[in-house]
């Protein structure tokens, strides 16, 4: 049995999008992927979840796997599950921008990571597939707030603004589906909305589309984001500035795609946005200042349940008590 395991923000599920077009338009001959992305692809088992759930690889089943692809989760914080597999003889194909650790070597994994902070999952499968799903990595790269990426390979392409726009606000949406505390806060299950987004190899004819998932996500973050503008701005100086949301899904929905938002408003300045959890803490979402893209996933990791990347972080419930020194640590460090 073949695993798929991809993290459900669009980055993740893009990702696996371009692999699995690329099966179907070769008729499920793999061209292009190494020896790990098997015969039987489509009929894979799926292995996601909300965008913070990163720790998936040990949902699969190693006593009837024989081949996982795992997309834009962090190695380090799968390490455990990854080696049970490799040691059970499972091949591994494995592409990722996050930390990464110290990565098993092991006849069975094949892998592409790249920690760069201006590269994402599905930009390095667009590499790997020699662009044969461009459009759809430039919506990937815009929604994972990659915009120069995002802004060169659409230049590449010879994209028009009209057209980089559009895939940036799908980019966007489909981002914006993958953020809650459980699967209850999205509007689709990130499982399912990968399988709708398979049956357009061009994204510009589900843009177009009447009613589609794109306009219903759109409708929907919209909405969202008009809330969002009344967050509480709770710290602010040159350096850093964190907002505070509600206990609230729609709250929860926005809490990274508005982090998103500020940083590309203020480039030079960090940006924290806090939701409160039932139990009164707090869930982060750290960016880094766009003209100085390093530290967050550093910054985050120093926490529980923190981790991430160098411009992007987050930690999934961080005490009351630590919160005044996470805010002074950002602050001193983008000093």
């Given at each position: 049995m073949h695993y798929d395991v991809f993290n459900g923000d669009a980055d993740g599920i893009i990702a696996l999008l371009q692999l699995r077009l690329s099966n179907k338009k070769s008729n499920n001959e793999p061209k292009k992927e190494?020896?790990?992305?098997?015969?039987n692809v489509?009929?894979?088992?799926?292995i996601t979840g909300v965008k913070r759930d990163i720790s998936l690889l040990k949902q699969v089943d190693v006593s009837r796997a024989t081949s996982v692809t795992?997309?834009?989760?962090?190695?380090?914080?799968?390490?455990?599950?990854l080696t049970d597999l490799l040691n059970n003889n499972v091949e591994v194909f494995y592409v990722d921008h996050?930390?990464?650790?110290?990565?098993?070597?092991?006849?069975?994994?094949?892998?592409?990571?790249?920690?760069?902070?201006?590269?994402?999952?599905?930009?390095?499968?667009?590499?790997?597939?020699?662009?044969?799903?461009?459009?759809?990595?430039?919506?990937?790269?815009?929604?994972?707030?990659?915009?120069?990426?995002?802004i060169a390979l659409a230049n590449k392409l010879g994209l028009t603004d009209?057209?980089?726009?559009?895939?940036?606000?799908?980019?966007?949406?489909?981002?914006?589906?993958?953020?809650?505390?459980?699967?209850?806060?999205?509007?689709?299950?990130?499982?399912?909305?990968?399988?709708?987004?398979?049956?357009?190899?061009?994204?510009?004819?589900?843009?177009y589309q009447p009613n589609s998932v794109f306009s219903q996500l759109k409708t929907a973050y919209l909405a969202?984001?008009?809330?969002?503008?009344?967050?509480?701005?709770?710290?602010?100086?040159?350096?850093?500035?964190?907002?505070?949301?509600a206990d609230e899904p729609w709250a929860r929905r926005v809490s990274g795609v508005f982090g998103n938002e500020l940083a590309n408003a203020a480039p030079d300045k960090a940006h924290v946005v806090l939701t409160l959890n039932s139990d009164k803490s707090y869930t982060i979402s750290l960016r880094a200042p766009l003209n100085n893209k390093q530290g967050a996933g550093e910054l985050c990791a120093q926490f529980p349940t923190?981790?991430?990347r160098a411009a992007a972080a987050g930690i999934n419930a961080l005490s009351e008590e630590m919160l005044g020194d996470f805010i002074e640590r950002v602050s001193k460090y983008y000093t």
């Open positions: 190494p020896k790990q992305e098997s015969n489509e009929k894979s088992t799926l795992v997309l834009d989760i962090s190695l380090e914080k799968n390490i455990d599950a996050h930390r990464a650790g110290n990565v098993p070597q092991s006849e069975k994994l094949t892998y592409l990571l790249d920690l760069d902070a201006n590269t994402c999952t599905s930009l390095l499968v667009n590499e790997h597939l020699q662009g044969e799903f461009a459009t759809w990595a430039v919506a990937a790269a815009f929604g994972d707030n990659m915009q120069a990426s995002a009209a057209e980089q726009s559009l895939l940036q606000e799908l980019g966007i949406y489909i981002n914006y589906n993958g953020y809650g505390s459980s699967l209850d806060d999205l509007h689709f299950h990130p499982a399912d909305l990968y399988q709708q987004l398979l049956e357009y190899p061009n994204p510009f004819d589900l843009i969202d984001m008009a809330k969002a503008k009344a967050a509480e701005i709770i710290f602010d100086d040159n350096h850093v500035k964190a907002l505070q949301l923190g981790g991430g």
